[in-house]
């Protein structure tokens, strides 16, 4: 399995037995995005994964043997301050749902309130 940018640069390569045991084992778009985020660097709210006719992968969509994929890294945007309110509250509220739903705006989660 191959993830490529949109320009067409290869930017890793998961191995036939690791793909493999990922498709196998029912796992998800966001288990790649978690994988791929400690091998490129940007967390999985930053990326979005399209494929061919697909479009952009969700999240909850269960693997399948794709021969490539490419990925697109979004720049952290600056929230509006009733976003903030709404990530915090849904923290401390331990709505886990809601707050994956707010941090795919993609606001900066380590960024401070102003």
């Known amino acids: 399995m191959e993830i490529i940018t949109l320009s067409g640069a290869t ?3 998961l ?13 998800t778009v966001r288990d790649l995005k978690k994988l791929l985020a ?3 660097g940007y967390s999985r709210f930053r990326q979005r ?14 693997l399948r043997q794709l021969p490539s994929v490419q990925l697109v890294v979004l720049d952290f945007c600056m929230p509006e301050e009733t ?11 331990n709505r886990v749902v809601e707050v994956t ?7 900066d989660p380590n960024g401070s309130r102003h």
């Open 49 to 62: 994964l399209l494929s061919g006719d697909m479009g952009e992968l969700q999240d909850d969509l269960l």
């Open 11 to 13: 930017v890793t390569q």
């Open 101 to 107: 739903q707010l941090l795919q705006k993609p606001l």
């Open 15 to 27: 191995d036939k037995e690791g793909w493999g045991y990922m498709v196998e084992s029912g796992k």
């Open 83 to 93: 976003i903030w309110e709404d990530l915090l509250l849904a923290c401390e509220n």
């Open 38 to 40: 400690g091998r490129v």
